[in-house]
């Protein structure tokens, strides 16, 4: 997706709500302020993969197999999230996203958004919400692309 003259695309996408379609969910223009990795929190879904892109702004977003973490919040079916905290010392490293890219992350696997990169920041972005197949492989895939 590209920005046209004067952000239009942008604007149109800040307008948007969550759209459900069968197996597809938009959560259109959420702004959100980027905070320090240790205020952050690791959450993980069961039946939904995410796709986070940045449409303006900045964010790190960490990515690590469920196996490395407790789960300090128990999973709430409805919602498709449960929240982590890491049980090894070093964390998972922050992978730094830009405006026009995007993260995919995959159920099964803990990711921890709104990251700062130097400094608290707003980010605008959108999370397309797909829910998963028992047919995708579990195995761990990250793919950013710009």
Do not use: W
């Not at 759209?19 to 990795?37: E, H, Q, W, Y």
């Not at 995708?136 to 710009?146: E, F, G, L, P, S």
């Amino acid at each position: 997706m590209t920005t046209g003259a004067g952000g239009q695309t942008a604007n149109r996408i800040s307008m948007l709500r969550k759209i459900t379609f069968n197996t597809v969910a938009l959560l259109g223009g959420r702004s959100i302020i980027s905070k320090p990795f240790h205020e952050c929190k690791f959450e993980a879904h069961r039946t939904n993969i995410d796709i986070h892109y940045i449409i303006e702004g900045t964010e790190s977003i960490a990515v690590e197999d469920v196996n490395n973490f407790n789960e300090t919040i128990p999973y709430d079916q409805e919602k498709d999230i449960a929240f982590y905290e890491s049980i090894e010392e070093q964390q998972a490293l922050p992978i730094y996203l830009k405006q026009g890219m995007f993260m995919v992350c995959f159920p099964h696997e803990t990711h921890c958004t709104a990251i700062m990169y130097e400094s608290p920041a707003t980010i605008k972005k959108i999370v397309v919400k797909i829910r998963y197949s028992s047919e995708c492989k579990r195995d761990t895939v990250h793919r950013i692309i710009d």
